[in-house]
């Protein structure tokens, strides 16, 4: 915020936790002692101001600019395609940019290790890898294996590194000559800054900082703030003094002795790592057991920027239970250096864990260093973490274990256990571990081991945030990890045997074949269609120039709001008390429904609630203040009483117990389902959950309202997919006719469907603040907020019987759906209309019955999202697939193979249907992945591996793109040309990463015969392009690029007469030609499109205009015993048509797959039993990070037959791909079965998605499972009902 005050908006603000990587910039300080500068990117969201003394900080901007010059970091990430919507690319850049400065020519581990805290929305990160390996000292090329035959073909590569300018180190900027003069005369007084609240204190000397805190003992000391400050933010603790002993070099001294390792409080987890690793190549390995098991948590532990933020002091200090370090610094035997008026050393003990003041530190006291000895020989130490995802995630357990055995025996001396994740703080199964000296390291000992640790161990069933089977299993599974390591080094030490060569780390290797036949070779030169044009705006956002909603100046008199939201679920209010808040200084008005002029919304789904809320997070009204922090704190003091209402209904099995629904039921229905039931051979019946996803667009929800002095106008810039459902929404609101509201839309930082409906509501509410106070609204919100208010993917309950014969052919299948719609309709119902529409995907099932229903709920209302209802949907069809070759002992694939549409057909909803490019893709997938020899090669691993076990998937894809309304299919364009030749385009598509804007100027480049360059798009405005529907159902440049084409062939037509008259003059002349002849240079074009339509009453219709094909190999490897999983390798084909511009549809096919294997492995909404959204930021809510990325992805695309009813026959790849993500889950669900066939439990289970480590942990049962339900819980009690996940 404080760099947004300077002009310099190109860090963003996507979360305020650290969890993002959007904010971060590069921060250098000189080290006092060895003079050198050290370098280190940061999360500016957790970065106090005061900090940065001394310190030079280097945002995106001083990187380099268009104005100036462009960094190599910042043209490679453009030109390779890795920014979409770009919200993220400045965080990406200063990332690797920080890399960069401190390794020229880094390793690719090192650079995986960058951007691990650096999440991306929309690319599914694998050009970002690429643009960032084009700098790595041993480039594999893009494939990272041998040369693709395409490679020397410069026409069929998305990206040519020989055109990069080189990376020369000796050009980046000096550190501030200023700053070093002041390292080399360090000031030793105590600064001291004052704030509003906080005074924020100093001291230059060690003596300094002891009489401080002798002074101020109830002050905290502020290290890297990454525990302090999320505490600060949304806990609201307040300190009114704050002590930085940033330059204090007392508490950064690192001593090395014969038993031991001292390191100072002060140093960051990052200069921690690299002691470490210094002192594990010095000593033998025997005594670095305790520095290996540290290390291997510091690379996973948060992301590099935290890491180089966060202090060792604040990390043991913050005690957390999660904690990664003080586990292992605990059985390490750890003691920690205190000083304060004298000083004294305790150990790092349970008790000092637990904080019990017995053990603790003084208020005075202060932590100076901590000793970490050496291990010894016949000593083990290892350590262990579970988290949702590899990298960036808080684990759900971790442990630090440590045996020591008498010499030359397996007879334990010593043993100590430690976990964390398991209560409310770490803790140590110390009686355990007692009972256990004396035991010889085997079988028997690991079963009693087991059951001591259960016992002692013991989480209550109803343990805040659950899942407490999982973490028991856990417990004991990390100990028989422990033992079988511990087993491998006794047998080396015992009897020697050859070590086997670990294998080396791998990252990313991938591969794109583009169709040969995407650009012809008689296209002229200039005609961009069909190549891999950069995204217009990709080197903007790369510099941090790309300007979003928020990034808007701030304008004279600028008021901002925020919302306030109800805390109940379902309840009356009963009163509201706002005396205290209007008392703030700054605050200005709150608005409530009474202050709206027009309509408050619809009686079912009001902008602002009167007298009943319906949700936790329902906006009741809005406060406006001078400024967002007081805003924030005004709320914090409103007092709303409410009076609970009954039922409260949250899970879809609820709603369907009350018969609560939002709409009457869906259905489809051919053949005749019941007979078919009486001739098959065997019948299934199954159940389905697919959990809800949040739409986690980068760029939160925001919009500025300005309002004009005449006439009632209004011009509100706003972060939407659908400005003209926001300028409708503005004007019943406030009762003013359309013509007078204008909306702006420049781009979005993502939207995925999650910016269609709800932008309206916020641009409705800023408006009447508008409105009220005559001052312009500026409303940001927050991801808290953000992820509270809005809904997302509807989660959805699946039942389904299917009757089929022992060969795999499926006779009969019914399929009944019920999805979780929330608290009012919004896109509810047309979710569930295209969910049946589609449920059929790729298979032709001649006796079928379709049933779908909207459940309501008391939770935020769902919305559109990406794939709308397909990707949860089709996952039922899929499990009815898996569930039929279980029973028929058939491959999965040949049942898909056996039952997927062959030849020319009708759809369930009668609609004429030709396979042939969906048997292409299959086939081409099979083939491109070499499944079948991988299918033989994943059965012999799985023989040879109890533990592990691998899973392949191959999953077909039939996807309708499109809505199934008449008038959504239709665009319009406004093209100017000006008398200097330029040309201005506007159309009716919003720019949400998805490079709309630089296929509407291929287009028009193609019709006008003119380079793109004369060519230029500002925004998407209602005034230029009235009605436009949301950019949306994957046919945005469909639509609008046969309206662009349109009103370019209209201009060309007008300029006809003058080319043919001088046919070899320049475009410039003719356009002076046509000005002097009063031709207009203005058109406006139109399209009017596909008719679609569907009668629900007789089933049929031709409800979408085409299809896209597709098919995905998945390979993945679990851990039977953590419940994680790797993936191997994806390999995608995918039915383009004529693809409009390769990079730009690959990348939306990658960023959808990822997406999609996010929805089904890793992203859970988090609920309390009150129905409040426990997971609202990226800590809680787990969306993929780099390091999930396939290690091999592959994407290619097929050429296909024309499709005459879109733009130059390209197709809209926008959705399809989030569903292919699903082949990542049932490879995962292939391992589980088989996983489950070696341990002779049923093969076939309840499938759920997502296929967290939790669900596979559990499913793949053995005896550590069994133990964990035999040895008994303590007993529920009844105030804490069980918490639980909406899916339920
Ligand atoms: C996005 C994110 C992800 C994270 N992921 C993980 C993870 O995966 N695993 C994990 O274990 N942790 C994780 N953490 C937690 C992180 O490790 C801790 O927040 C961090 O180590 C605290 O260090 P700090 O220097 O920032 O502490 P600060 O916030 O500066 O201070 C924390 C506390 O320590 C006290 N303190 C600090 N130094 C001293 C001293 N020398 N003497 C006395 N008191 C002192 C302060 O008074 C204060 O109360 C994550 C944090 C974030 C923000
Ligand atoms: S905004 Fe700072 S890390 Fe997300
Ligand atoms: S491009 Fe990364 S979040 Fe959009």
Redesign the pocket.
């Known amino acids: 915020k404080q760099v947004g005050r300077v002009r310099l908006t190109g860090t963003k603000y996507a979360c305020g936790?650290?969890?993002c990587g959007a904010c971060t910039v590069m921060v250098s300080k000189r080290d006092p002692t060895s003079q050198e500068i050290r370098h280190f990117s940061v999360?500016t969201c957790?970065v106090p101001i005061c900090s940065l003394y001394g310190a030079a900080v280097t945002t995106v901007e001083g990187v380099g600019s268009m104005k100036t010059r462009l960094h190599p970091v910042q043209e490679r990430i453009a030109k390779s395609h890795g920014t979409q919507c770009g919200f993220c690319t400045p965080g990406m850049v200063m990332s690797m940019y920080t890399l960069l400065r401190n390794h020229p020519q880094p390793s690719e581990e090192q650079l995986l290790e960058a951007l691990g805290?650096n999440l991306c929305r929309c690319t599914g990160y694998r050009p970002i890898l690429a643009s960032g390996k084009t700098f790595c000292l041993v480039s594999r090329g893009l494939r990272g294996h041998p040369q693709s035959k395409n490679d020397g073909d410069r026409r069929s590569k998305l990206f040519v590194k020989e055109e990069f300018q080189p990376l020369d180190p000796t050009q980046e900027l000096i550190f501030p000559p200023e700053l070093l003069r002041m390292t080399e005369n360090p000031e030793k007084r105590t600064l001291t800054f004052h704030g509003e609240r906080v005074t924020w204190i100093s001291p230059g000397t060690f003596k300094d900082l002891l009489e401080l805190k002798a002074k101020h003992p109830e002050a905290?000391?502020?290290?890297?703030?990454?525990?302090?400050?999320?505490a600060m933010r949304s806990k609201g603790c307040l300190h009114p003094i704050l002590l930085s002993?940033a330059r204090i070099s007392e508490?950064n001294v690192v001593s090395k002795t014969n038993d031991g390792l001292t390191i100072g409080?002060?140093c960051?987890?990052a200069q921690v790592k690299d002691i470490l690793a210094e002192r594990v190549s010095e000593l033998p390995e025997e005594k670095t057991q305790t520095y290996r098991a540290l290390l291997k948590?510091l690379k996973?532990?948060?992301?590099q920027q935290?890491r180089n933020?966060?202090?060792?002091?604040?990390?043991?200090?913050?005690r957390?239970s999660?904690?990664?370090?003080?586990p292992i610094l605990a059985v390490g035997n750890a003691t920690l250096n205190l000083t304060s008026e004298g000083t004294r050393r305790i150990p790092l003990s349970e008790h000092f864990l637990a904080g019990l003041a017995s053990a603790d530190?003084k208020p005075e006291?202060?932590?100076?260093s901590v000793y970490i000895p050496h291990s010894q020989k016949w000593e083990f130490v290892s350590a262990f973490r579970q988290?949702q995802c590899q990298q960036?995630?808080?684990?759900d357990v971790?442990a630090g274990m440590r045996v020591l055995f008498k010499e030359g025996t397996d007879i334990i001396e010593d043993l100590s256990i430690t976990y964390?994740g398991v209560g409310a703080a770490t803790v140590s199964a110390h009686k355990s571990c007692q009972q256990l000296l004396g035991r010889q390291w085997d079988e028997l000992m690991l079963d009693e081991a087991c059951r001591r640790l259960l016992d002692e161990v013991s989480l209550p069933g109803w343990a805040p945030g659950g899942r407490v089977e999982f973490k028991r299993t856990l417990v004991v599974s990390f100990f028989f990890k422990f033992y079988l390591q511990v087993l491998q080094e006794l047998k080396k030490l015992i009897k020697p045997f050859p070590v086997p060569v670990s294998a080396l780390a791998f990252m990313g290797s991938w591969q794109h074949k583009l169709p040969p036949s995407s650009v012809d070779s008689h296209q002229p030169l200039q005609d961009p269609v069909g190549r891999p044009v950069m995204h217009l705006s990709g080197l903007k956002h790369a510099t941090g120039e790309a300007e979003f909603c928020d990034d808007i100046p701030m304008v004279d008199k600028e008021l901002c709001m925020a919302l306030v939201t109800s805390t109940r679920a379902y309840a009356k209010i009963i009163s509201i008390d706002l005396s205290e808040a209007l008392e703030i200084p700054g605050v200005v008005d709150v608005i409530t429904a009474k202050d709206i002029p027009g309509t408050n919304g619809t009686e079912d789904d009001k902008l602002l609630a009167v007298d009943e809320v319906l949700c936790v997070g329902q906006i009741i009204f809005a406060v406006v203040a001078e400024t967002d922090v007081q805003a924030k704190r005004a709320i914090e003091k409103i007092k709303i009483t409410y009076e609970e209402l009954e039922p409260i209904i949250f899970t879809i099995k609820d709603a369907i117990k009350h018969n609560s629904f939002l709409c009457p039921e869906k259905k489809l229905e051919q053949g005749n389902i019941e007979e078919a039931f009486e001739k098959v051979d065997q019948i299934v019946e199954g159940e389905v959950h697919v959990g809800g996803q949040e739409h986690f667009y980068m760029e939160t929800q925001r919009v500025l309202v300005i309002p004009k002095t005449e006439d009632k106008e209004l011009d509100i810039y706003v972060s939407t997919q659908d400005p003209a459902h926001v300028q409708k929404t503005v004007s019943s609101t406030l009762n003013i006719p359309i013509n007078r509201i204008t909306c702006h839309v420049k781009r979005v930082g993502g939207g995925f469907g999650g910016k269609i409906g709800r932008p309206a509501v916020f641009g409705a509410i800023a408006a009447v603040g508008a409105l009220k106070t005559g001052h312009p609204i500026r409303l940001v919100l927050d991801r808290e907020d953000d992820m509270l208010i809005t809904g997302g993917r509807h989660p959805l309950f699946g039942k389904y019987k299917v009757g089929f014969m022992n060969n795999g052919r499926i006779k009969a299948l019914d399929i009944e759906c019920f999805i979780n719609g929330g608290c009012t309709l919004d896109d509810s119902e047309l979710v569930t209309e295209f969910l049946i529409l589609k449920l059929e995907n790729a298979y032709k099932i001649r006796n079928l019955r379709f049933r779908g229903r909207a459940c309501l709920t008391n939770l935020p209302s769902n919305t559109a999202f990406r794939g709308f209802g397909f990707p949860q949907g089709t996952l039922v069809t899929e499990s009815c697939i898996t569930a039929v070759a279980a029973k028929c002992g058939l491959p999965p694939e040949k049942v898909r193979e056996k039952n997927m549409y062959r030849t020319v057909d009708k759809t369930i909803y009668k609609q004429a249907f030709n396979p042939e490019s969906l048997i292409r893709c299959w086939n081409e997938c099979l083939d491109a992945s070499s499944f079948h020899n991988r299918r033989k090669q994943v059965e012999e691993f799985n023989k040879k591996n109890y533990w592990k076990k691998r899973g392949i998937a191959v999953i077909p894809m039939k996807f309708s793109v499109g809505f199934a309304a008449t008038s959504y299919h239709q665009a319009a364009a406004l093209v100017h040309i000006y008398t200097d030749g330029s040309v201005l385009v506007t159309h009716g598509g919003n720019e949400l990463g998805q490079g709309i804007h630089t296929k509407m100027l291929q287009v028009a480049s193609r019709e006008l015969k003119i380079p793109m360059s004369h060519l230029h798009i500002c925004e998407t405005s209602t005034a230029m392009v009235p009605n436009t529907i949301a950019t949306a159902a994957s046919v945005g440049a469909d639509i609008n690029g046969k309206a662009v084409q349109n009103a370019c062939q209209i201009l060309l037509k007008r300029l006809e007469p003058i080319i043919k008259k001088n046919p070899e003059g320049t475009w410039e002349e003719w356009i002076e030609a046509a000005f002097e002849q009063r031709i207009s240079l203005s058109a406006t074009g139109y399209f009017r499109g596909y008719k679609a339509f569907m009668d629900w009453e007789k089933g049929e219709g031709d409800p979408f205009p085409y299809y896209v094909y597709g098919a995905a190999c998945s390979e993945v490897e679990i851990d039977c015993l953590t419940g994680a999983h790797k993936k191997i390798r994806t390999d995608i084909v995918m039915d383009a048509c004529c693809s409009l511009n390769p990079a730009i549809d690959i990348g939306q096919i990658e960023g959808a797959f990822i997406q999609g294997m996010g929805l089904y492995t890793t992203e859970e909404l988090k609920y309390s039993p009150e129905g409040v959204l426990y997971s609202r930021g990226?800590?809680e809510y787990k969306i993929p990070t780099i390091s999930d990325v396939p290690e091999e992805f592959n994407v290619s695309l097929l050429p296909s037959s024309q499709t005459p009813l879109t733009i130059y026959s390209s197709k809209g790849l926008g959705e399809s791909g989030m569903f292919l993500g699903s082949s990542v889950f049932f490879a995962i669900t292939d391992a589980v079965a088989a996983a489950r066939k070696e341990r002779d439990i049923a093969e076939d289970f309840t499938v759920k998605s997502p296929a967290t480590p939790e669900w596979v942990r559990m499913a793949c049962a053995d005896r550590f499972t069994e133990m964990v339900y035999i040895c008994p819980l303590p007993l529920e009690p009844p105030s804490h009902p069980t918490p639980w996940a909406i899916f339920k």
């Open positions: 936790r650290g969890g999360t957790l805290g905290p000391l502020i290290l890297g703030n990454t525990s302090l400050g999320p002993p508490l409080a002060g960051s987890l948590h996973s532990l948060a992301s935290i933020m966060a202090s060792l002091g604040g990390h043991i200090i913050s957390h999660y904690s990664d370090l003080n530190l006291e202060i932590l100076e988290a960036n995630a808080l684990p971790n964390g990226p800590d």
